[in-house]
């Protein structure tokens, strides 16, 4: 069984940086890209940045371009993102989702909330 | 940007009624392989979403087969041809034609009456 589990959020002021770890199980990890998707409270779901299963392509969302950096260590099972000079509108739960190719997304693990106040 | 726009916003349905839920992207969503990459997927009161379709009519593994998916080019339709408690919660299209840059809808609510 796909499993994924967040971890990493909390309460961050204005500026601050946090970084965002998903743990993957239950399938072979390193034979896919991975997504970290977004919602805030009560609204719809953002799609906020890919990485290929190799790390050789990555993809932001231009909300979250130059301050997000996702990565990835296949040797840990594990998907990352870096979020720096973290805003307001950045607060929500964030989901790792296992990419399916064109298909789109298929497996989601439960989310992390960061909230993103002074 | 592909923007993907759903109808209704919300949608109240009784026990055991049909239900539909539309939506529409800014650009056709068919492939340069002739397929066409749409899904739907279902958000529970307090859970992670759950993919019910892919390219467009496919059902996922486990769904019921009283959801349907439907449409072409731009126009697309998830059908409850009988809504169940259990389908409460917030259903959402997403395209995955222009992917790695996946774009979803707003979402639609639908509750019973």
């Known amino acids: 069984e796909v499993q994924l589990v967040e971890s990493g959020g909390g309460l961050v002021q204005p500026g601050g940086s946090l970084r965002l770890s998903c743990a993957a199980s239950?399938?072979?990890?390193?034979?896919?890209?991975m997504n970290w998707v977004r919602q805030a409270p009560g609204k719809g779901l953002e799609w906020v940045s890919y990485?290929?299963?190799?790390?050789?392509?990555?993809y932001y969302a231009d909300s979250v371009k130059g301050r997000f950096t996702i990565s990835r260590d296949n040797a840990k099972n594990s998907l990352y993102l870096q979020m720096n000079s973290l805003r307001a509108e950045d607060t929500a739960v964030y989901y790792c989702a296992r990419d399916t190719g064109i298909t789109g997304v298929d497996s989601w693990g439960q989310g992390t909330l960061v909230t993103v106040s002074s | 940007d592909v923007v993907m726009t759903q109808s209704p916003l919300s949608l109240p349905v009784t026990l055991g009624q049909p239900a539909s839920i539309s939506c529409r992207s800014s650009q056709s969503l068919v492939h340069s392989d002739g397929n066409t990459y749409l899904n739907w997927f279902q958000q529970r009161p307090g859970q992670s979403p759950r993919r019910l379709i892919y390219k467009v009519s496919k059902r996922d593994s486990g769904v019921p087969d009283r959801f349907s998916g439907s449409g072409s080019g731009t126009d697309f339709t998830l059908k409850i041809s009988r809504v169940e408690a259990e389908d409460v919660g917030v259903y959402y299209c997403m395209q995955g034609t222009h992917w790695p840059l996946l774009t979803f809808g707003g979402g639609t609510k639908v509750e019973i009456k």
């Open positions: 239950g399938f072979t990890f390193s034979s896919y890209s």
């Open positions: 990485i290929s299963s190799s790390s050789s392509t990555i």
